[in-house]
């Protein structure tokens, strides 16, 4: 099998400040393969790959491409397509405003570019033998997300790729279009290219691979052949937990009470969003805490700002306690008491150069309208307040909010909220990247705030935090709602044979 090997990544070790991103990684990919490269956020995927095309330097290893003596040097991306590696990227990264041929020869320093005839007669060929349908001449805007990436991959072969590294291709696009896509995979695998995929999509990894990498925390979990590796097995290595580990790790079960008469807060009915994500159905009760769980990638964000009117709702009803209310945009959640704290607390959360003060009344500001600005006595109080009341360590509130340490600018957003009364609040992600001891805190504040009579629901990563703060979870996989688990159901061995389609 050595003579098959095209790609060999060896001790592989890259860091950045205070973060060692890769720890003696191994990586090896044969000609006519489809190797999967999985892992949870943070695991080294991007890492592996950057240092692959040389976007990033490595600090330490090897790297062997087949027809070379010696391991290579790649030290640009320039580099990386001379060695024969090419990369097609969940972004389309061509030129929309030119024409399909246009896009496969920009760049090149080819004399066919030079030609029109020339270029689109040999564009036509590539896309005819790829069975790719598209025109030469037609403009790359006009072709669907799916076609634009088989023209990319187009381009890829045609500079005689060795080695195809498809990076979450499949996110935009329609089953039919991944459908397409997985046939000209399959084309090209015949063909002898060895092809490297990145997804989150665990059904069309056993669809298409032929084997799977796992990496976990920047260290290679190892390399399994796709029969020898059953989807439950697989979620339990990119997630660090072995069933072993699970099977009666959960002695006590949170519980919620639901009273006679009581309707939801929130009841959604077929909601879709322009996400991607599968009509969906979901409540939660006053006083209740639920969550969704899956792996990353697997839609649970996607729920939550669907809900709360973060995406575009295509379809699908939403009911504030009993009654139809429209929320396509957040403000129509937030008049409906709704409060979302977002995954991306810098992107999406903080306003980095305004005060700590300033971060916490802004939603109620926009509520009341800044046509009617609170007072500077009626802001300290608010920001004061909940200062207070969440222990935000900050010098004083005219603090700019990104001098605070993370979980500081986390209660920040909490305390932004909480200060607009929700009867419905969605924390997705609240304690990553924060301390032990804060992550503690926010886990009790959800307890007591739902045992108040708040409905919250809970989004995390770690599905240890999920069992201590949730008492019913609805499993995510590939976009699809797949389960929905309490009681005595909610346990690690649950969630991960549900997560991988009920395998045990």
């Known amino acids: 099998m050595k003579d098959k090997v095209v790609l060999e990544m060896k001790n592989i070790h890259k860091s950045f400040p205070g973060v060692r991103a890769l720890q003696g990684v191994d990586f090896t990919l044969c000609e006519g393969e489809i190797h999967a490269l ?3 956020n943070g695991a080294g995927k991007s890492t592996l790959i950057k240092v692959l095309t040389g976007v990033y330097g490595k600090d330490e290893g090897q790297i062997f491409i087949k027809g070379k003596e010696e391991a290579v040097s790649i030290k640009s991306p320039e580099e990386a397509q001379k060695a024969g590696i090419s990369t097609v990227y969940q972004e389309i990264t061509l030129c929309p405003n030119l024409t399909v041929a246009e896009n496969m020869y920009i760049g090149r320093g080819s004399s066919v570019y030079q030609n029109w005839k020339k270029m689109n007669g040999a564009a036509t060929k590539i896309l005819q033998s790829l069975d790719i349908q598209a025109d030469a001449t037609q403009e790359l805007a006009s072709c669907s997300l799916a076609v634009q990436q088989m023209v990319a991959i187009a381009r890829a072969v045609d500079m005689d ?18 459908e397409k896509l ?48 059953p989807r439950v097995k697989l979620v339990s290595k990119m997630l660090g937990k072995e069933l072993h580990e699970t099977t009666g790790e959960k002695k006590e079960h949170l519980t919620y009470e639901k009273k006679s008469g009581v309707v939801p807060v929130i ?10 994500i599968k009509p969906f159905d979901f409540n939660i009760y006053p006083g209740e805490v639920n969550g969704f769980t899956g792996l990353l990638g697997s839609g649970r964000s996607e729920c939550v700002r669907a809900i709360f009117g973060a995406d575009s709702v295509l379809g699908g009803t939403v009911k504030k306690n009993g009654k139809v209310v429209k929320i396509s945009k957040p403000m129509d959640a937030m008049k409906n008491g709704i409060g979302y704290l977002p995954e991306d607390r810098k992107v999406d959360g903080i306003i980095g150069d305004l005060s700590v003060r300033e971060n916490i009344i802004i ?7 800044f046509f009617r600005p609170f007072t500077k006595a009626e802001a300290n109080k608010f920001a004061d307040e909940y200062i207070k009341l969440l222990g935000i360590k900050t010098a004083s509130a005219n603090t700019p909010i990104k001098s605070l340490s993370g979980g500081n600018q986390q209660k920040c957003i909490l305390a932004r909220w909480l200060l607009t009364h929700p009867d419905y609040l969605i924390l997705d992600e609240p304690t990553r990247g924060i301390d032990i001891g804060t992550k503690t805190e926010i886990q009790k504040l959800v307890l007591k705030l739902a045992s108040e009579g708040m409905g919250i629901t809970f989004i995390s990563s770690e599905i240890d ?10 499993v995510m996989r590939d976009l699809n709602v797949v389960g929905e688990l309490s009681g005595e159901e909610l346990s690690q061995s649950m969630i991960m044979n549900t997560i991988a389609g009920g395998e045990k």
Request: aromatic content about 6%.
């Open 465 to 474: 935090e999920m069992l201590g703060t949730c008492s019913r979870l609805i």
């Open 38 to 40: 999985m892992g949870e």
């Open 267 to 276: 009841e959604t009915e077929n909601l879709h969003s322009n996400t991607g």
């Open 182 to 229: 997985f046939k000209l995979m399959r084309d090209l695998k015949a063909r002898g290219v060895g092809i490297i995929f990145v997804t989150h999509f665990l059904d069309q990894v056993y669809e298409v691979c032929d084997k799977i990498t796992v990496l976990r925390d920047g260290k290679l979990v190892g390399e399994y052949e796709i029969a020898d590796l």
């Open 363 to 369: 939603a109620l500001q926009v509520l009341r309208g």
């Open 161 to 178: 790729c060795k080695v195809l590294i498809l990076d979450e291709p499949t996110s935009s696009l329609d089953e039919q279009e991944v």
